[in-house]
T-cell receptor
Framework: GEDVEQSLFLSVREGDSSVINCTYT??????LYWYKQEPGAGLQLLTY?????DMKQDQRLTVLLNKKDKHLSLRIADTQTGDSAIYFC????????????FGQGTTLQVKP | GAGVSQTPSNKVTEKGKYVELRCDPI?????LYWYRQSLGQGPEFLIY????????DSGLPNDRFFAVRPEGSVSTLKIQRTERGDSAMYLC?????????????FGPGTRLTVL
């Protein structure tokens, strides 16, 4: 089955860029997603990328997809303290039911 | 508009007891998903409903877990003979459809603690 791996922790200073990385084993997912989870709040979709794209930019967020290496990354420009949260990458794998397979999450700590 | 809601927000029970967790999806969303999230892990898929039927229940860990969605809206996750290992955050999500680009909207979760 699908396996999604993420680094567990990233610490940056406010104003720096953050890069969160994700690798996956099953390349059949049509879409790949980044979700954000803040304490006491539900998971929130941040952005997504269609599998035939290499890059997608959405304001401070840039998603890069390297299909050959099965590597997905999320870059947050000008990181703010409000960006502190857990970030999950997710894909559908080979499923056609829409279920999501999540990585274990990367905790982003932003220091003032 | 109202998002996905889940009740209760917290549930503490004793080993061996039966529990029910409720999910109210966004109105009009035909797809509904249940996930389980253990501490320090990502959400793990349990079951997916398209309308009233369970289209994929491959994530249910064993036959103590069961879920229903009788009218295609509210769903209930039922756990019989609870075990300490069932302690986790149970998340519900809904989406407009279950196919193609599929933004899943998550509820705040029910934290289940089995003593």
């Amino acid at each position: 089955g699908e396996d999604v791996e993420q680094s567990l922790f990233l610490s940056v200073r406010e104003g720096d860029s953050s890069v969160i990385n994700c690798t996956y084993t099953d390349s059949s997912s049509t879409y790949l997603y980044w979700y954000k989870q803040e304490p006491g709040a539900g998971l929130q979709l941040l952005t997504y990328i269609f599998s035939n794209m290499d890059m997608k930019q959405d304001q401070r967020l840039t998603v890069l997809l390297n299909k050959k290496d099965k590597h997905l990354s999320l870059r947050i420009a000008d990181t703010q303290t409000g960006d502190s949260a857990i970030y999950f990458c997710a894909g559908h794998g080979s499923s056609n039911t829409g279920k999501l397979i999540f990585g274990q999450g990367t905790t982003l700590q932003v220091k003032p | 508009g109202a998002g996905v809601s889940q009740t209760p927000s917290n549930k503490v029970t004793e080993k061996g007891k039966y529990v029910e967790l409720r999910c109210d999806p966004i109105s009009g969303h035909t797809a509904l998903y249940w996930y389980r999230q253990s501490l320090g892990q990502g959400p793990e898929f349990l079951i997916y409903f398209q309308g009233t039927g369970a289209a994929d229940d491959s994530g249910l860990p064993n036959d103590r877990f069961f879920a229903v969605r009788p009218e295609g809206s509210v769903s209930t996750l039922k756990i019989q003979r609870t075990e300490r290992g069932d302690s986790a955050m149970y998340l519900c999500a809904s989406s407009l459809t279950g196919q193609g680009f599929n933004e899943q909207f998550f509820g705040p979760g029910t934290r289940l603690t089995v003593l």
